[in-house]
């Protein structure tokens, strides 16, 4: 090859890599291998094991340490980085997955699983701050429900890999408990997922496909970052409190574990065809205003909301904690009544990714600066932290089922109405820069302006 062919193809390679569509796929890539094993092993109920006490107690712990961490993640995240925010937080997933392959073969060991899940809890912070901002940031506007839709689709792929790994590992198992080899394999994919946000491109030489840098700040002093938190804080005030109830109240407590496995793959890829569709077909509509599909995507959760709750109701009439304990056989994906239970996972997951994906284009919304994207971000995990911390002790403490599912049902249809005013007074139909509340404080400037210096 020429020099000046070799000259192009370096071009076209370098050109691919920093393409702000590439970023986010290695972004979501990331999160396959880390989050993506933790989904799997949280949608088998119990994380796999029989009993679920240690698993919700582990939950608690996880989720109030992150609601805490998340509160100031955006902050450190903003004087940090992406890179260095995600290379510090996956290593939690493999020590998570790490303690249940302790615990399944030293038995007493659920005291590691609880606090190997609080550390877990503020690594999470920081990889879900820096995945959201890169995320949200990355797109222009008019791109932010699809590339959503496109890191939701490779995200849920490690969810969905899992699932089959656990699914086919269990198949025929007599045990209600996954064995150690879905453990390690799950371990193995959480430690390269460790080293992947190496290949992750600096912030500051991505460009968008409209022409326009992605970063329009150099990250500011902790002190400035502080300030902005607060700012952040009154200008745009913004929960995973569902999970307990569909996989430890649903899928843990009513199926065997090899059909767990299986319910677990059909939810997760139900995520991935409901975050595309709302975010390319419905979010990123070009035929309506910004404002008019912001109302329409949030229509579509709500009834969606009403509908799968509803449904979900009649069954929860049908089982309680004592009619069916841990050692109870349980239902197999052979039986003739699991066709109908199965669809109510799939319409699960199909409201989870539209629900997430909905928040997050909604937060991609009010703003294109990454530094304020990553405080809001951070925010909306702690307020998700904290009703998920709730909720997984009230499951530890052997609430009703009943309880669980009417405040899940209740507090996650409260959301979606406290965010209708939110959706009425913030999302335009374009975001001007100067609008930006965190660029106006101090020790921060314009990338363009240091640059002319």
């Not at 970023?23 to 890539?29: A, M, N």
């Not at 790994?165 to 959480?190: P, R």
């Not at 199926?255 to 496995?261: D, E, S």
């Not at 009834?303 to 304990?325: E, G, K, N």
């Amino acid at each position: 090859m020429s020099a000046t062919g070799e000259e192009k193809a370096h071009g076209r390679w370098r050109g691919l890599y920093y393409h702000t569509a590439t970023q986010v796929c290695l972004v979501g890539l990331v999160c396959f291998m880390c989050p993506g094993m933790f989904n799997a092993l949280a949608g088998l109920g119990a994380g796999g094991q029989m009993d679920a006490t240690v698993s919700a107690n582990a939950n608690s712990a996880l989720y109030a340490s992150f609601a805490f961490f998340a509160f100031f993640s955006g902050s450190v995240h903003n004087v940090l980085g992406p890179r260095i925010c995600l290379l510090i937080g996956t290593w939690g997933y493999s020590l998570y997955i790490g303690s249940y392959l302790a615990t399944n073969i030293h038995p007493g060991a659920g005291d590691f699983v609880v606090v190997a899940g609080a550390v877990l809890g503020a690594c999470a912070a920081l990889v879900w701050t820096a995945q959201g901002s890169l995320m949200m940031a990355y797109p222009t506007e008019a791109q932010k429900g699809t590339y959503i839709g496109y890191f939701w689709a490779i995200f849920n792929i490690g969810g969905v890999v899992g699932s089959a790994v656990a699914f086919g590992s269990s198949f025929n198992s007599t045990l209600n408990h996954v064995g150690n080899g879905t453990y390690i394999v799950f371990l193995v994919l959480s430690f390269t997922g460790v080293v992947l946000p190496l290949l992750l491109a600096d912030p500051y030489k991505m460009i968008r496909t409209d022409g326009t840098r992605v970063t329009p700040i150099r990250y500011p002093s902790w002190k400035t970052e502080f300030i902005s938190l607060f700012v952040a804080l009154y200008t745009d005030p913004g929960f995973n409190y569902f999970y307990t109830w569909q996989f430890n109240d649903y899928n843990g407590a009513l199926f065997n574990i090899r059909t767990r496995g299986l319910n677990n793959f059909v939810y997760w890829t139900a995520q991935i065809f409901g975050s595309f569709f709302i975010g390319h077909y419905v979010l990123d509509l070009r035929r309506f205003r910004r404002r008019v599909r912001a109302f329409l995507g949030w229509s579509i959760v709500m009834v969606f909301v009403f509908a799968v709750h509803v449904w979900s109701y009649y069954y929860q009439l049908t089982y309680t904690r004592t009619s069916d304990p841990p050692d109870a056989v349980k239902m197999d994906f052979t039986d003739p009544g699991y066709p109908a239970h199965v669809w109510l996972m799939i319409f699960y997951g199909l409201l989870d990714s539209m629900w997430q994906t909905t928040a997050y284009w909604l937060m991609g919304a009010m703003s294109n600066d990454p530094a304020k994207l990553a405080v809001f971000t951070g925010f909306y995990k702690c307020f998700q932290s904290a009703g998920s911390a709730v909720v997984w002790r009230l499951d530890a403490l052997q609430q009703p089922y009943m309880s669980i599912f009417i405040s899940t049902w209740v507090l996650t249809a409260a959301g979606m109405v406290c965010a209708f005013p939110l959706v009425y007074a913030r999302v335009k139909d374009h975001t001007e820069m100067d609008d930006e509340a965190l660029l106006n404080r101090p020790n921060v400037r314009r990338l363009s302006e240091h640059s002319n210096k």
